[in-house]
């Protein structure tokens, strides 16, 4: 059975020179693909050579770029090595839970089992497949197609954590999503093609500018004569150089050569140096230990050099409001001019009904006025003067719209407290009204039905209406006249109540 | 005859790989061993140790365990060696007794026979569940398939000659 992944689908060590391109198996199994790691993903794009050898046969294209220059970036090429997940240095240590039983570092794109729950990093757990398609925890079968997803809440969980760029110097600490873009993109200490098209090197990202060159050519050193790599003359100068240290003429210490200038600045006990307050007076020239314990005692000049920075400071904020008052004086000088001139009265002390109109024949006046007005030095000033009188009656129609908005919610208020009075007459009119129809439409009533009364039982005069009940004996007509003003709703019950015998 | 001792299905296979992916795998198993060291350094398991041989080469490691009490190996401390393939973990390590020890699945030179150092290896082993699993060994010995013939029957029929041959047998070895 051929392995799923081809031993160049192997994780490449950041030093590697050379990527190559992916294959797409990978990506087809559980749907990682590697848009992190950004536009390294697409293999380079050619360029052209003035004599172009020939291309290399299609049908091997995982063969990696031959060290000849057939292939290979442009200096504008980002194409760098491959983050290596495993040697991130984490802020924090990570639970133990959360790392890989197989690579022991915090799982990268984990995977996650269908049969028995285990979680591995992808490309561990690939490797381990080729060899035993087992769960390597408890040795379930494992069909790498079928029995595996992703476990994408480990994954987001494990992509906030802090981590520190991997390359040397850069001290550069983002979550561990952003790295790769960090590392790929924009780290200055991630080795990146040589801006040589002919040079195969790689070299960090802020040594590669085309001006520079190619710093992959052998130069002889100043101090042995030996050819060393341009790029490599700092780390020759610090350990391999065979002359690559003296002795220091002031105080006999042995120095690398590459730092004498720095000894004698900083370190050099023999040469004389200077007070730091040399330029405020300071004579003191000795030996460094000397002057140290001068300054440390106390030169009298630093004082006075405090003084002089103060003083420097001083003047410079003097300057600053002179500069202010100056033009504080022109402004007040034109507001003079301004207010003095015939057309420029737009302030807002008129208590006419619409002084907001006012000013507009102001407007109208000021065009003509720089012609005529010497006061105007410029145009800038004229413009100046203008926008400020725009500014005064923005301010005062704002005002007056306040005004307005007071007097009409005044208006409404009164408006609406009289129509609610009015409502409210109406509506005792109204009840008092339906009162009265009530009463008279009971009244009606009952007169329709003694009326019937009467008239049904043949001797209305002495048997008929017995309204008054009991109590009520021999009802005349005086009576029947009478409940016109008595409450009609009782007689009218009482009526109904005790309905007097009908023989 | 020492390759099929503890060939595990990974060691052939890497065998054959590429060369590029061999020096990946190279730091990929000294990153593991490191991790492993640290985790053994800061959390150590009782009656175990382990530690990389002095030359400064991460792939071979010296290793002692202790004997379990209640077994023949009770008191006894034993000391191993473990080579790490290039490929590890996803190949087993080359382990091996030192000291020379009696027991039904150890012969005499120190292999062991163990299903896990061979065909039954995982990636999720490392050096601690292997230390772990040789010290069980030495009070659970598998004596359907031994090594040491003898050693296998003495352990069934006459414990007491068994402990007095593993006494025998044991003494402290100088590390070469």
């Known amino acids: 059975m051929p392995p799923p992944n081809t031993p160049e689908?192997?994780?490449l060590p950041v030093t590697m020179s050379y990527r190559r391109p992916r294959e797409p198996v990978y990506s087809r199994r559980y749907s990682y693909r590697r848009t992190s790691t950004g536009p390294s993903v697409s293999p380079p794009p050619p360029v052209r050579l003035p004599t172009p050898p020939p291309a290399p046969s299609p049908s091997v294209p995982d063969a990696p770029r031959p060290s000849s220059a057939t292939r290979r970036c442009s200096s504008k090429c980002q194409c760098i090595p491959k983050l290596d997940y495993q040697s991130l240095d984490y802020e924090v240590p990570?639970?133990?839970?959360?790392?890989?039983?197989?690579?022991?570092?915090?799982?990268?794109?984990?995977?996650?089992?269908?049969?028995?729950?285990?979680?591995?990093c992808s490309e561990c757990l690939d490797r381990s497949l080729e060899t035993q398609p087992v769960c390597p925890i408890d040795r379930q079968p494992v069909n790498p197609s079928r029995d595996l997803f992703r476990a994408r809440v480990i994954s987001d969980q494990l992509e906030r954590l802090k981590v520190k760029c991997p390359n040397k110097g850069c001290d550069e600490v983002c979550t561990r999503e952003l790295v790769v873009s960090h590392f790929d993109l924009h780290c200055d200490h991630t080795l990146v093609h040589c801006p040589d098209p002919f040079c195969n090197l790689r070299i960090p990202r802020a040594d590669a500018q085309p001006s520079s060159g190619c710093l992959h050519k052998n130069t002889p050193c100043q101090y042995c004569g030996a050819d060393v790599m341009i790029a490599d003359l700092e780390s020759h100068y610090d350990d391999s150089c065979s002359g690559h240290t003296a002795k220091c003429s002031h105080c006999n210490a042995i120095v690398v050569r590459h730092h004498m200038e720095k000894h004698l600045a900083k370190e050099c006990l023999g040469r004389e140096i200077h007070c730091k307050n040399m330029e405020y007076g300071c004579q003191v020239l000795d030996r460094r230990p000397i002057v140290e314990e001068h300054e440390r005692l106390?030169?009298?000049?630093?004082?006075?050099?405090?003084?002089?920075?103060?003083?420097?400071?001083?003047?410079?904020?003097?300057?600053?409001?002179?500069?202010?008052?100056?033009?504080?004086?022109?402004?007040?000088?034109?507001?003079?001019?301004?207010?003095?001139?015939?057309?420029?009265?737009?302030?807002?002390?008129?208590?006419?009904?619409?002084?907001?109109?006012?000013?507009?024949?102001?407007?109208?006046a000021g065009p003509r006025t720089p012609a005529g007005n010497p006061a105007w030095r410029s145009p800038e000033d004229y413009m100046l003067v203008q926008f400020e009188r725009l500014e005064a009656k923005i301010e005062d129609l704002q005002k007056m719209t306040w005004e307005f908005?007071?007097?009409?919610?005044?208006?409404?208020?009164?408006?609406?407290?009289?129509?609610?009075?009015?409502?409210?007459?109406?509506?005792?009119r109204v009840t008092a009204l339906s009162l009265q129809v009530r009463s008279l439409a009971v009244n009606a009533q009952q007169q329709s039905n003694a009326q019937q009364r009467n008239g049904s039982s043949g001797s209305p005069s002495t048997s008929s209406s017995g309204t008054g009940g009991p109590g009520t004996r021999a009802p005349s007509h005086e009576d029947g006249r009478r409940y016109h003003s008595n409450p009609p709703p009782r007689r009218n019950s009482d009526g109904r109540g005790q309905h007097p015998p009908r023989l | 005859m020492e390759d099929d001792q503890n060939s595990a299905p990974g060691s052939v296979q890497a065998n054959k790989l590429g060369g590029a992916r061999k020096g990946a795998d190279g730091q990929n198993a000294a990153k593991r061993l490191q991790t492993e060291l640290m985790h053994l350094m800061t959390s150590p398991a009782p009656g175990i140790s382990a530690f990389p041989s002095a030359d400064g080469n991460l792939l071979k490691w010296r290793a002692t365990i202790e004997g379990p009490d209640d077994t023949p190996y009770a008191g006894l401390t034993f000391k191993l060696s473990f080579e790490f393939p290039s490929n590890y973990p996803y190949a087993p390590p080359t382990v091996l007794f030192?000291?020379?020890?009696?027991?039904?699945?150890?012969?005499?030179?120190?292999?062991?026979?163990?299903?896990?150092?061979?065909?039954?290896?995982?990636?999720?082993?490392?050096?601690?569940?292997?230390?772990?699993?040789?010290?069980?060994?030495?009070?659970?010995?598998n004596n359907a398939s031994p090594l040491n013939g003898e050693a296998a029957e003495l352990w069934e029929k006459d414990p007491t000659l068994f402990k007095t041959k593993v006494l025998e047998r044991h003494k402290d070895v100088d590390e070469d």
């Open chain 1, 405 to 428: 908005d007071g007097q009409q919610a005044v208006r409404q208020l009164n408006d609406a407290l009289r129509m609610q009075e009015q409502i409210h007459e109406l509506s005792n």
């Open chain 2, 98 to 141: 030192l000291t020379p020890i009696y027991h039904p699945n150890v012969d005499f030179s120190g292999r062991i026979c163990l299903d896990i150092l061979k065909d039954k290896w995982t990636a999720a082993y490392n050096i601690q569940t292997v230390l772990l699993s040789l010290q069980s060994l030495l009070g659970e010995p």
């Open chain 1, 298 to 364: 106390g030169c009298v000049f630093e004082a006075i050099g405090k003084l002089v920075l103060q003083r420097m400071e001083d003047r410079a904020r003097i300057e600053d409001l002179e500069g202010r008052l100056r033009t504080m004086d022109a402004r007040a000088q034109r507001a003079e001019n301004t207010s003095t001139s015939p057309s420029s009265r737009p302030r807002m002390g008129s208590n006419s009904f619409m002084p907001g109109f006012a000013p507009d024949a102001n407007i109208d």
């Open chain 1, 94 to 120: 990570v639970d133990p839970a959360l790392q890989c039983p197989i690579c022991h570092t915090p799982f990268h794109q984990p995977v996650t089992t269908r049969t028995c729950g285990h979680t591995f």
């Open chain 1, 9 to 11: 689908e192997g994780v």
